[in-house]
């Protein structure tokens, strides 16, 4: 049993080496996954609590060098650090928790083991998994639990007050190991033992509550855990998730839905009570805008297709671009054209709006040969077969150049 296991509240803690050698893992940085070259060190105990029982890795520092990870492989402590260090065996390090990432890792379990049970004691409803999300200065981690049926929306406001009259009962938490096969573990609640689980197994408690075996660190009472919100419920094909905050995370949460509040108050100027109904007003307004637009882009399609057949003679191919366009228009202008042997070349986009759209259509040796020649001008990537050609472009400034491009072709090929 590791030292932060014995005591969950123990900061830092020296003590040897057992071995030290240099590797290179993807972990995650700053919420990105990167390659780190460093090393993995073990030894004789640790206070750094690693990843398990649905908790995340604590982090910290071992003489100074940032730990970025911790993992159990039986009943070893793998600490990952940053940098390549050349550490001996017997060689005394000081390892010091990251206490503001542990407390708050020790808030969301405790906190998970107090919504389980109150769920399954009082409603019958089970956990079957359990997930704490990653926090950071960017977001706040919603964690979530995976339950064998749906929560009603009057049991989930139920839940959440019966949990917070727990908290504010400031009832002890207690921590008791046993070996396994103990009389007293058979009332505990427990999804299962590790495969490679060796030792002594901790019960963590909240009398009259709650007995549970967990590897975890814990808060000592539940006053601790200060607050408990239940945010929502999903279920999808057949699964349900309870998502939920602990502790600090709900005053981090609060903050930044008010600062997203003023933000989109600046933005609206007008009073937070009145953004659901300007909000609505405006989306009306935008599909009416949207639908007005729509319709006139299919009538400058029109027109723009019987410019096309009204010129004598026939021309051998048209090249049109509109840079508010998009598929409904190329779809009216093809339509309206109504002509498959004309060789087609239509872009929409504007370069400021990001990618567009390339169509090719008419005969389809031409259109696969000239489609794949416009795709290297444009910067695009699709494709096709028979007589039409489809592509996203990146390279709309060199718009200008494709007829030149057709013309090339039809020169070069057709002798046109």
């Given at each position: 049993m590791f030292h932060c296991q014995q005591d969950s509240f123990a900061r830092e803690l020296e003590t040897e080496v057992v071995s030290c050698k240099p590797v290179t893992k993807k972990v995650e940085v700053d919420g990105k996954k990167?390659?780190?070259?460093?090393?993995?060190?073990?030894?004789?105990?640790?206070?750094l609590f690693p990843e398990g029982g649905g908790q995340n890795t604590d982090k910290g520092t071992i003489s100074g060098v940032p730990v970025l990870s911790v993992t159990r492989q039986g009943s070893t402590a793998v600490h990952f650090l940053s940098s390549p260090l050349q550490l001996v065996e017997g060689e005394k390090v000081k390892q010091v928790v990251d206490w503001t990432r542990r407390w708050d890792n020790m808030q969301q379990h405790s906190g998970q083991h107090l919504i389980s049970a109150v769920l399954e004691r009082e409603h019958s409803i089970n956990t079957l998994s359990w997930w704490m999300a990653q926090t950071s200065e960017q977001k706040v981690g919603v964690s979530y639990i995976e339950l064998d049926q749906?929560?009603?929306?009057?049991?989930?406001?139920?839940?959440?007050?019966?949990?917070?009259?727990?908290?504010?009962?400031?009832?002890?938490m207690t921590v008791t190991t046993y070996q396994v096969g103990d009389p007293?573990?058979?009332?505990?609640?427990?999804?299962?033992?590790?495969?490679?689980q060796t030792g002594p197994v901790r019960l963590v408690s909240i009398p009259g509550v709650d007995s549970n075996l967990c590897c975890g660190t814990h808060v000592s009472c539940t006053s601790q855990l200060?607050?408990?919100?239940?945010?929502?419920?999903?279920?999808?094909?057949?699964?349900?998730?309870?998502?939920?905050?602990v502790g600090g995370r709900v005053t981090a949460y609060l903050q930044s839905c008010l600062a997203r509040e003023r933000a989109v108050t600046k933005i609206l100027n007008n009073a937070p009570e009145e953004h659901i109904d300007l909000v609505d007003k405006m989306q009306k307004s935008l599909k009416v805008?949207?639908?007005?637009?729509?319709?006139?882009?299919?009538?400058?399609?029109?027109?723009?297709?019987?410019?096309?057949?009204?010129?004598?003679?026939?021309?051998l191919y048209c090249v049109v671009h509109r840079k508010e366009g998009d598929s409904d228009f190329i779809s009216a202008l093809l339509k309206e054209l109504d002509d498959n042997d004309m060789l087609c070349v239509?872009?929409?986009?504007?370069?400021?709006?990001?990618?567009?759209?390339?169509?090719?259509?008419?005969?389809?040796?031409?259109?696969?040969?000239?489609?794949?020649?416009?795709?290297?001008?444009?910067?695009?990537?699709?494709g096709g077969k028979g007589p039409r050609f489809n592509a996203k472009i990146n390279n709309l400034k060199s718009i200008g150049q494709i007829e030149e491009t057709v013309q090339a072709h039809l020169f070069v090929n057709y002798h046109i």
């Open positions: 990167q390659q780190v070259a460093g090393c993995e060190l073990v030894c004789k105990d640790t206070v749906p929560v009603p929306n009057s049991v989930l406001s139920y839940v959440q007050e019966r949990c917070n009259s727990v908290i504010q009962s400031a009832t002890p007293a573990l058979d009332q505990a609640h427990t999804r299962g033992l590790p495969a490679d200060q607050v408990i919100h239940l945010t929502h419920t999903e279920s999808k094909k057949g699964k349900h998730w309870l998502y939920f905050l805008s949207q639908k007005n637009n729509s319709n006139m882009l299919k009538e400058l399609a029109v027109f723009e297709a019987n410019k096309i057949k009204q010129s004598d003679p026939k021309p239509i872009t929409v986009g504007d370069e400021k709006a990001g990618p567009g759209q390339l169509v090719v259509t008419g005969e389809a040796t031409l259109v696969q040969a000239i489609g794949k020649e416009l795709c290297v001008l444009l910067d695009g990537k699709g």
